[in-house]
């Protein structure tokens, strides 16, 4: 039996990547901040009966022993980690740069950069000895260069998570670690992360974001099915797995007058 390990897999898209990877019989060690919020997720995931085993671990990304003493934990569990995924992240104040804390500014890019380096470091280490495994990073805004108020220490973040996990997937290589690396691109999810910022505070939506969001946006698990699937499939190194495709979110803005999707009723 697989085993795979998300990171920051309370709630979102790593919860509902969890969901779905155990449809497909892995057993999932979800990870978060707080014991409680893996409690309550161990306890959803445990209502649809599957062979996998749910287990958890508080894990602050931000912390280089945190994510080892994570591993050990899957692999003392499990016996092994097959599929790694980094997907802890936070969103930023709807702020200029200049307007934001150096503590905001530390923890946007700890979390969204550094937690993702370190997770991907860790998994690397341990698969690359047993040369097999896969590990995979969450792209967001940014990642493709698009810019906008008040998302540069976001984007910026992402951008250069695009950047390692390509160089990451070119190291696999040419040291024949028999890994495999990938980004999954989830588009754009009506979760928590869209309505607030570093984790808690509220953010308030426009009117037009609501209506953008209304048209490109899906619930995480509809995205996470998608991604679990071509992530089960996927046996090549350095794949872009993409939810919101150009071609869909084109169709999507050309049917638009139909669609009666509302998020924040
Ligand atoms: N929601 C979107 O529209 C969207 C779009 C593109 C990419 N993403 C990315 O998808 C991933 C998941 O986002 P989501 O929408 O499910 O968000 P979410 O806020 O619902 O979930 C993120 C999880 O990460 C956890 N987390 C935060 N800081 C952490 C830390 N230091 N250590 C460990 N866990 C931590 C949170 O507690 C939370 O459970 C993120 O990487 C995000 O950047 C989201």
């Given at each position: 039996m697989k085993t795979v390990v998300i990171t920051?897999?309370?709630?979102?898209l790593g919860f509902n990547l969890a969901r779905f990877f155990r449809e497909y019989g892995f057993n999932v060690v979800i990870s978060d901040l707080k014991e409680e919020n893996l409690v309550k997720a161990k306890r959803n995931l445990m209502k649809t009966k599957y062979e996998g085993k749910v287990s958890y671990k508080t894990c602050d990304v931000t912390k280089l022993n945190e994510l080892e003493e994570l591993l050990e934990f899957a692999v003392k569990k499990?016996?092994?980690?097959?599929i790694w995924i980094n997907n802890a992240g936070v969103n930023q104040p709807q702020k200029a740069i200049w307007e934001l804390s150096k503590k905001e500014i530390n923890t946007i890019l700890d979390v969204d950069l550094k937690g993702c380096i370190y997770g991907s470091k860790v998994a690397m280490e341990y698969m690359s000895e047993n040369h097999s495994g896969a590990i995979y990073n969450i792209e967001g805004y940014?990642?493709?260069?698009a810019h906008m108020l008040g998302l540069n220490m976001y984007g910026t973040s992402k951008r250069a998570v695009t950047y390692f996990t390509e160089s990451l997937a070119q190291e696999a290589e040419i040291k024949n670690t028999g890994v495999i690396v990938g980004k999954l691109s989830p588009g754009i999810m009506i979760t928590d992360f869209t309505t607030h910022s570093l984790g808690d505070n509220a953010i308030e939506l426009s009117e037009k974001t609501k209506k953008v969001y209304n048209i490109l946006g899906d619930k995480p698990e509809t995205v996470a099915k998608f991604l679990v699937d071509r992530m089960i499939r996927n046996h090549k190194n350095g794949v872009k797995i993409n939810w919101l495709t150009n071609g869909k979110a084109f169709v999507r803005f050309l049917t638009a007058g139909f669609n009666k999707k509302n998020f924040f009723e």
């Open positions: 920051g897999s309370a709630r979102g499990f016996k092994n980690v097959d940014g990642s493709n260069d």
